[in-house]
């Protein structure tokens, strides 16, 4: 009787039963998903892409920050079973780094004995020939968020040669550690375009490399107003006020997080008399120069890692120590800091020689230089920038992927 009765209500218990089950599972899926505050990196969401790398061959753009967990994404994907044919490596090299501005040579990968073909020297875009065959260019390297970091100029070319070729490009979005704030003056591409600058944005553009390059697709930059096929590998957790902290540093002058945090505003010291510290343990966190007047801190840059043959190799410099600017608060802030120039140029007894040619094509045009000269206080020349920035803002916020 009693097996008669429940036989005879199961369709019922069915009906019943699982629509519960199945809002059960559904609430604790999104509880799992809402209790996992693990940042990810692109590269660390395997399950997102190698799906998509399935009986593909691919290339890839790294260097050593490519790192998914303790081991390189090459080695990743190959470990995976991908299919990986070359590497395209930028400037400071694949695996190892070599010294800004210092040529990277292509050859085979010591590790995989893959073919890596350099994209800075001579060559900075890939060839047709070096994308026959492949299927897929994927992008994997660790941004710091400002317009002359070279990086984003590569990613750019990369871009442009696969939608000339016709070839996929997947970008592993990766955290910008400048990602918080957006500054500086916009880029004159009609006079200042270089491989330090190419498109119309400021110093400090606030986006990601996956942003950025849905920026250069939705904005017509690539040569001819071509696009790319493009996807993006978001990063997990990630929002734009996440103060990142590096776990591999990002190029061989920018050493730690403070260096990081001050680059945007010392950079400019590279078209100047200044040292910036290359040379030293402490590269992008001082700046000085042996003719100004004693202040009490001085510094000696000497060939070392990174910079085998530094601006006053071997001459005391003198200046500003930004050692703690972090410990001190300095930094992160969300600005530019152009006291930290402006205070050197003022110090210089040969003013006429403190800027190089250099200082332009970095500040993106020659009002910033001309501005300084002429005496304008930081406070004005910032008001200079406000109708650029808030242009670009307009813009930036079409292609943010982040909040």
Not at 293 to 317: E, I, L, M, Y
Request: with cysteine; charged share 20%.
């Amino acid at each position: 009787m009693i097996f008669a009765i429940f036989t005879g209500n199961l369709t019922d218990m069915k009906k019943l039963v699982l629509p519960i089950l199945l809002a059960i599972l559904a609430v604790a899926a999104c509880s799992s998903e809402k209790t996992d505050t693990t940042l990810r990196t692109g590269a660390e969401r395997t399950g997102e892409y190698l799906p998509l790398l399935e009986g593909k061959k691919v290339a890839v753009v790294a260097n050593q920050t490519s790192m998914v967990g303790g081991a390189h994404l090459a080695d990743t994907l190959l470990s995976s079973g991908t299919d990986v044919r070359l590497i395209f490596a930028p400037e400071h090299g694949f695996r190892d780094l070599a010294d800004a501005g210092a040529v990277i040579t292509s050859g085979a990968d010591p590790v995989t004995g893959i073919n890596v073909v350099s994209l800075y020297g001579a060559k900075k875009k890939p060839a047709p020939e070096d994308l026959e065959g492949i299927d897929v260019v994927i992008f994997d390297i660790q941004d710091v968020g400002t317009r002359f970091y070279t990086y984003l100029t590569t990613m750019c070319y990369v871009m442009e040669a696969c939608a000339e070729n016709g070839k996929p490009f997947i970008v592993m979005d990766r955290p910008n550690p400048n990602g918080y704030y957006v500054d500086g003056p916009i880029l004159d591409t009609a006079a200042y375009k270089s491989f330090v600058g190419i498109h119309p944005i400021p110093v400090v553009h606030g986006m990601t490399f996956g942003e950025y390059a849905g920026m250069v697709n939705g904005e017509g930059w690539l040569a001819g107003g071509i696009t790319c096929d493009l996807k993006v590998i978001t990063c997990s957790n990630y929002t734009h006020d996440t103060m990142y902290q590096l776990p591999v540093i990002p190029s061989p002058n920018l050493p730690n997080m403070n260096s990081i945090y001050l680059y945007p505003s010392l950079c400019f010291a590279e078209g100047t008399v200044l040292s910036c510290g290359r040379g030293t343990d402490f590269a992008f966190q001082v700046l000085g120069a042996p003719e100004i007047p004693d202040t009490g801190f001085s510094f000696t840059p000497k060939p070392s890692f990174g910079s085998s043959n530094p601006k006053h190799n071997g001459v005391a410099c003198y200046g500003i120590d930004l050692r703690n600017a972090m410990e001190n608060g300095i930094v992160p802030k969300p600005e530019m800091n152009l006291g930290w120039i402006i205070d050197m140029y003022n110090a210089y007894p040969d003013k006429e020689k403190f800027f190089t040619g250099y200082f332009d094509t970095l500040a993106g045009s020659s009002t910033l230089r001309e501005q300084i000269i002429s005496g304008m206080t930081v406070e004005a020349i910032r008001n200079t920038w406000k109708e650029g920035l808030d242009k670009f803002k307009v813009t930036r916020a079409k292609y943010l992927l982040y909040d």
